[in-house]
């Protein structure tokens, strides 16, 4: 139903999102009065609702950003949806997808390879957005619209090749928007980005967002331990003796130091 909005719902800041349940008015022509409290909202991008985040990566072209992908896990997490990493385009660069993979997976996230040239991946991610309400994110190019129409087998949305000349996606969708699935359950396309503020988080949040910390945490001596520059800290064995990812423990620090 093609709707106007009442008043300040008009407005950017407090305005609607997709995935918004809202109440219309149809006396006369119809009219968005107001919106229902939200479960959940994202900022970038930005969806109302959603339950599950699904983070596509791509294996190559554009090279996989991990930074990118941190961010947006402690953002997704924050907000409170689960998260599903893909790492897409498996068929050009399978060894480095596959150890991506299996080190996001070691850090306790779910994830699977993807590609929509061979079909690996797709029934798995078909049954993941079954009936309930989800978003795709990640980088321009890492093949968000191209999965979706995988998944729907309609070539419905709009997708376009990486520039050869910067090795970058050209921002191909240009808003977010719900699609309706046939097995129930609606999912939302969105445009890429590349950066991403971390969330309004205090320093000793910050950890709750690594998985693979929680194991070592309770040995370490200070019980609010940031596992920076604290004495005897556990997480900080457990990565010496090689038993967590240096790339994850560099960028928390990294997190923890822009959160000051
Ligand atoms: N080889 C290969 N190419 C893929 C795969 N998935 C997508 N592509 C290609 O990558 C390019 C970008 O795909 P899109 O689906 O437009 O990427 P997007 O993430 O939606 O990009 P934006 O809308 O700009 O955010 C297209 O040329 C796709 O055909 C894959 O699994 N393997
Ligand atoms: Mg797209
Ligand atoms: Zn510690």
Redesign the pocket.
């Known amino acids: 139903m093609r709707c106007t909005a009442r008043g300040r719902l008009r407005h950017r800041r407090e305005g609607l999102l997709a995935g918004d349940r809202v109440v219309v008015g149809v006396s006369g022509s119809a009219v968005v009065e107001s919106v229902l409290p939200r479960k959940t909202e994202l900022t970038r991008p930005p969806v109302a609702n959603a339950e599950l985040a699904v983070l596509?990566q791509?294996a190559a072209?554009p090279p996989p950003s991990p930074a990118l992908l941190d961010r947006m896990l402690i953002q997704a997490r924050a907000a409170g949806l689960a998260v599903l990493i893909l790492w897409?385009?498996?068929?050009?660069a399978r060894e480095a997808a596959l150890e991506l993979c299996h080190s996001y997976r070691s850090a306790g996230f779910t994830g699977w390879l993807?590609?929509?040239?061979t079909g690996e991946g797709v029934p798995e991610l078909k049954e993941a957005l079954s009936g309930r309400i989800s978003v795709l994110a990640?980088?321009?190019?890492?093949?968000?619209?191209?999965?979706l129409?995988a998944v729907t087998g309609a070539p419905a949305?709009?997708?376009?090749?990486?520039s050869a000349h910067s090795g970058r996606?050209?921002?191909?969708?240009r808003l977010t928007e719900l699609l309706p699935l046939a097995g129930g359950g609606l999912v939302a396309?969105?445009?890429?980005f590349t950066s991403l503020q971390l969330p309004a988080l205090k320093k000793a949040e910050l950890r709750r967002f690594y998985p693979e910390f929680q194991p070592w945490q309770p040995e370490c001596f200070f019980r609010g331990c940031l596992h920076d520059q604290e004495p005897v800290c556990a997480v900080k064995a457990a990565l010496n003796a090689g038993k967590l990812d240096p790339g994850r423990y560099d960028r928390y620090r990294m997190f923890l130091a822009e959160l000051e």
């Open positions: 596509v791509a072209e897409n385009k498996a068929d050009l993807t590609s929509t040239v990640g980088p321009s190019g890492a093949g968000k619209s191209s999965l129409n949305l709009k997708t376009q090749p990486v996606g050209r921002h191909t969708t396309d969105t445009p890429g």
